[in-house]
């Protein structure tokens, strides 16, 4: 059982550049989000989604895109890629209201 | 918006107790606590419901005011493995906004 996988784990980007992160959990759970943690801002919610084909908008969603179309995985994609985006990215998933959230093990995004 | 968390920081010897509040301006329908150590994934403490119920870990404990929005994560006898920042989680419908965090740090 490997919970939630995020893909990838490093990656160094170009201004301007665009890229997909993917967040794939294999507990059939319904809600899963997308996190980005800076230095003392804590973690931010960017976009979560509550079931397959929807999507919601989160605390810090300029800049990203996400998509949901199978229960599984949820994608998060940055078009155009900024300095200001430099961060951690963690995606968690949880199978309900009530349920605790487990996390990926993050990925280190370095925009230059 | 996300919720309030107090103290940012908190600086134990081993065996020393600590209080972590959090508070929101939202009604809330759960809290989360959750704990991470340097360069790792939060790892999930507890979680209170509106209404009483409490699921976690059994050497922590937590307490959640509904009427004022308000948690507070007690950690007692603390030990060197307790170190980490610890953040709590606030659901007023799907979304889980986290705070900012506190940092811990016990020394023997």
């Known amino acids: 059982n490997a919970g939630v996988t995020q893909t990838p784990k490093f990656r160094v980007l170009k201004t301007g550049q665009s890229m997909t992160l993917l967040c794939a959990q294999d507990?059939?759970?319904?809600?899963m989000y997308w996190y980005r943690q800076d230095p003392g801002m804590g973690l931010r919610l960017i976009h979560y989604?509550?079931?397959?084909?929807?999507?919601a908008k989160g605390e810090v969603p300029d800049g990203y895109n996400v998509s949901r179309l199978k229960k599984q995985n949820f994608l998060l994609g940055l078009e155009s890629a900024a300095p200001s985006q430099t961060s951690v990215y963690f995606c968690?998933?949880?199978?309900?209201?009530?349920?605790?959230?487990?996390f990926g093990q993050g990925t280190r995004l370095t925009v230059v | 918006q996300q919720p309030v968390q107090s103290p940012q920081a908190v600086i134990l010897r081993e065996g020393e107790d600590a209080v972590i509040n959090c508070s929101s301006s939202?009604?809330?329908?759960?809290v989360h606590w959750y704990r991470q150590k340097h360069g790792e994934a939060p790892v999930f403490l507890m979680i209170?419901?509106?209404?009483?119920e409490q699921k976690g870990h059994e050497k922590i404990s937590a307490s959640f005011n509904e009427k004022k929005q308000q948690s507070s994560l007690y950690l007692t006898a603390s030990q060197l493995s307790y170190s980490g920042t610890y953040f709590c989680?606030?659901?007023?419908?799907?979304?889980?906004?986290f705070g900012k965090g506190t940092t811990l740090s016990v020394s023997s």
């Open positions: 507990m059939n759970h319904e809600y």
């Open positions: 989680g606030t659901a007023s419908g799907t979304a889980l906004i």
């Open positions: 209170l419901l509106k209404g009483g």
């Open positions: 989604s509550v079931g397959e084909g929807t999507t």
């Open positions: 939202k009604a809330l329908y759960s």
């Open positions: 968690a998933s949880r199978d309900r209201a009530e349920g605790e959230a487990f």
